[in-house]
């Protein structure tokens, strides 16, 4: 069961307890996991980060980290919408803290990338539209997007066996290539 509620007394406990061992600490709302779904094993990012919010988390967290992964779309794809799972998420996002009044907290694109690997239960790309595409969004993130405050690849080398999709997002080869 996903539940923001709790997830926001979890959050605002933890801070407490945190902010009271260093008062400079930056909180950071764990990562929201990319979704189109809302219902009992899954709910969309901007709807479990208004949940949160109207739980009274706002003031117990800085930074809300986020997963804007390609799904096999462009960097350059503006689609926003709360059915669209692209890279431009991440300004949907955005949106949803800019309408609650929390313009000041940036997002924390903890991990994003492209799969390269097909078929991927994530959408899939060619290894130069991987590379494209990731600086593509580092431009954009650097250029057009000051709220956010930095960004993650999804991962160097799984812990995974090689033939395993995650391996899709990986920049090198499982052989170290």
Known sequence: LIEPV????????ASAAIRAADADAQIVAAALAPT???GHVAIDEPYFLQRMIAAG???????????????????ANA??????LNFQRAALIRRTLVEA????????????GWNRNAPSPWGSVT???????????????????PWLAGMGWAVERPDAPPAAPVWGFALVEPDGT
């Open 6 to 13: 709790a997830y926001a007394q979890l959050l605002k406990a």
């Open 57 to 75: 988390a706002a003031p117990a967290f800085d930074i809300v980290a986020i997963q804007p992964f390609g799904f096999g779309e462009s960097p």
């Open 101 to 112: 009044g929390l313009a000041d907290k940036p997002l924390l694109a903890a991990r994003f």
């Open 127 to 145: 290894v130069a539209n991987q590379a494209r595409y990731a600086a593509t969004a580092l431009d954009l993130g650097w250029r057009d997007w």
């Open 79 to 84: 689609r926003q919408a709360p059915d669209v």
């Open 36 to 38: 189109v779904d809302r």
